[in-house]
């Protein structure tokens, strides 16, 4: 009774434009009442205690050094580098997206900034060289949601504190799928591009544009290495690895591709902060209702509702995929983690499913939601970067939701294709 009071108020508010954030707050007072348990101070005090997290601070500083990547010529070069390699083959523009969207995950973990980044660097060129404006933009949104997945990425930084689950651990075990991920769009795209009669190739680059090309991308090249090998090695949390990404990418954009001035910074932090305010903001308002939603037992409920498939956990994992996809169609990636993530752990602590590798699923479908209407955050940025209509965008994308589908399912019948490589990594 409770969990259906609560979700009726938030989808009901959400339904009629409330803001995500004030909907949370607002769908725990109903159970406060259910629970006579009617405290004005829990609203505060959970929502400083959610925001009141050193985990947390990530955030801000990983926003900062995307905005820090794409304003300082770093994301340019890295399409660069892409093109020069791979760019003369049949389709290859689009491998140039893919591979491009693999670096640049590694470098910011925001999959919207990724997209709006590749989208107004590559679909120009994909559409003067003759793709259709439906299968780049599907492309570039598809390309743009591995972000979330290879670290260091903002999402299983917000998984690991709503759950108590390691975020170093989550990040190792992200690297893998996400290179299934580029795989996956590598097949899908091969196929379009053979459909596609229209395209003009562009000319093989000699070997020197190549080296020049490497040589000026060698510093966002170092990027990855240097978090991926700190954390590895224990130099570094992944809080402090914010810290240096931050740093490094303002240091790199200022003193040597010196494409931001110190007089540009002001504007560039403030882009950053008001994104951040907007993620953290969520981020507190979803520590009320989590609060209330603990209160009321509600995860031993659900385990009630769940109990035919606890003996089983592949099944298990098949119920919560089906549901997870259902909820992402209509709800973005952060709020779908912070109200259903918790909810779900305890579920999938007594089923006996290791919960990293539930937190890379967890995420993984949240990111194919984002190319999923009606919300599709991801399709709607592609959709104003190229500046074409939804339906456009969608029949471009459709394939990729697809092929991410299948193989979300061969991840459930075979999840060690997720903790094998983690421990392998790890």
């Known amino acids: 009774m409770i969990l259906s009071v609560f979700l009726v108020v938030l989808l009901g508010l959400m339904a009629l434009g409330m803001p995500i954030a004030f909907a949370l707050m607002i769908s725990a007072v109903p159970m406060m009442f259910q629970l006579d348990f009617v405290d004005p101070q829990i609203v505060g005090q959970n929502m400083l205690s959610g925001a009141n997290s050193f985990t947390l601070m ?13 304003e300082g010529g770093i994301s340019r070069r890295i399409v660069n580098l892409a093109s020069t390699f791979v760019g003369h083959i049949r389709g290859g523009l689009g491998y140039v997206a893919i591979f491009a969207s693999v670096l640049l995950a590694a470098l910011s973990g925001s999959a919207v900034a990724d997209a709006a980044a590749l989208g107004s660097l590559l679909i120009p060129m994909l559409r003067d ?34 759950t108590n689950v390691s975020i170093t651990k989550l990040f190792f075990a992200g690297i893998a799928p996400g290179l299934l991920m580029a795989l996956t769009l590598i097949a899908v795209w091969s196929w379009t591009a053979r459909r596609s009669t229209n395209v003009q190739p562009s000319p093989r680059q000699p070997w020197s544009a190549r080296l020049r090309a490497l040589r000026e991308s060698i510093w966002a090249l170092f990027l990855p290495v240097i978090i991926i090998g700190g954390l590895r090695g224990g130099i570094f949390t992944p809080t402090e690895a914010a810290v240096v990404a931050a740093v490094y990418a303002l240091l790199i954009s200022l003193f040597v591709y010196r494409e931001i001035r110190f ?72 709020p779908t983690i912070l109200i259903l993530a918790p909810v779900l752990m305890p579920v999938i602590t007594k089923a006996g499913i290791d919960p ?71």
């Not at 990530?58 to 794409?70: I, R, S, W, Y």
């Not at 439906?134 to 598809?142: T, V, Y």
């Not at 984002?370 to 399709?379: A, D, E, F, S, Y």
């Open 58 to 70: 990530a955030v801000p500083l990983f926003m900062l050094a995307g905005e820090l990547m794409n």
């Open 129 to 162: 060289k003759g793709y259709e404006a439906g299968d780049s933009a599907g492309l570039i949104a598809a390309g743009g949601i591995i972000a979330p997945i290879i670290p260091p990425s903002i999402s299983f930084i917000i998984f690991g504190v709503a």
């Open 263 to 334: 007089k540009d910074l002001g504007a560039l932090f403030m882009r950053a902060a008001s994104t951040t305010a907007i993620v953290m903001f969520l981020v507190a308002a979803a520590m009320v209702s989590s609060y209330m939603i603990t209160l009321a037992d509600l995860p031993q409920a659900l385990a009630g509702l769940l109990g035919p498939f606890m003996d089983h956990p592949k099944w298990l994992m098949f119920a919560l995929l089906v549901l997870l996809t259902l909820v992402g169609t209509a709800m973005d990636l952060t």
């Open 356 to 426: 990293v590798y539930f937190g890379v699923m967890f995420v993984m479908v949240g990111c194919v939601g984002l190319l999923t209407p009606p919300v599709g955050t991801v399709l709607n940025v592609v959709a104003g970067v190229a500046r074409i209509r939804m339906e456009t965008i969608i029949r471009g994308a459709w394939r990729y939701v697809v092929a991410y589908t299948v193989l979300l399912l061969l991840m459930v019948i075979f999840p060690q294709l997720i903790t094998v490589p983690a421990k392998w990594i790890h």
